[in-house]
């Protein structure tokens, strides 16, 4: 027998956010691709200055969204399933899946918060030290200018700060673009452009954290009534 009355309504309320929720599932997970292929990020995050790779901490966070959107794809087509067929089996299963799924939002979400300054920070503690060995002339330093030439022209900055900027003109002509006027009155530090590049990225899967946890918030609480309303018509 099937849900009569408000639980029916529920039911097919239900189905229209676990496809709304499907779809934003695709959306995250093409998103987090995007983000793993992104240009400027894999340029800078594959280099490698001697022995040492660039600290890839970043993808970490890009991994868990790209496994978060997949299971989103297919919790969201079992909770329209089970919604249409009124199945307490399938739509517990549902339950069960989104309460794993929130808790490791929510764990992704501590992680991100606690590593979003650091994943700036280590990225520019290796752009420090390629440009170090560069201009010092170190051991591999032929390995320190191509790091640092990669850093300057995908991010289009010059230097880590104004006093290298200003007074070490010899490098920049080696190391930045051609137009060494540009370089000194146009283009940033590299620094500033690191942290850019990494907080506006970060930004990104935030907000895309927050939409999908409202969501699921909502989807627990319709399966729930959902359930409820389906034990008691077969009661009756």
Known sequence: MGVEGCTKCIKYLLFVFNFIFWLAGGIILGVALWLRHDSQTTNILYLQLGDKQAPNTFYVGIYILIAVGAVMMFVGFLGCYGAIQESQCLLGTFFTCLVILFACEVAAGIWGFVNKDQIAKD???????????????????????????????????????????????????????????????????????????????????GIAAVVVAVIMIFEMILSMVLCCGIRNSSVY
């Not at 070490?168 to 060494?180: A, S, Y």
């Open 123 to 205: 990225v520019k503690q290796f752009y420090d030290q390629a440009f170090q060995q560069a201009i010092m002339g170190e051991a591999d330093a032929n390995n320190a200018k191509a790091v640092v030439k990669t850093f300057h022209e995908t991010l289009d900055c010059c230097g880590s700060d104004i006093g290298t900027a200003t007074f070490t003109p010899l490098w920049k002509e080696d190391l930045c673009r051609k137009d060494p006027l540009t370089n000194l009155f146009e283009n940033k530090n590299c620094h500033k452009k690191i942290d850019e590049l990494f907080s506006g990225k970060l930004y990104l899967i």
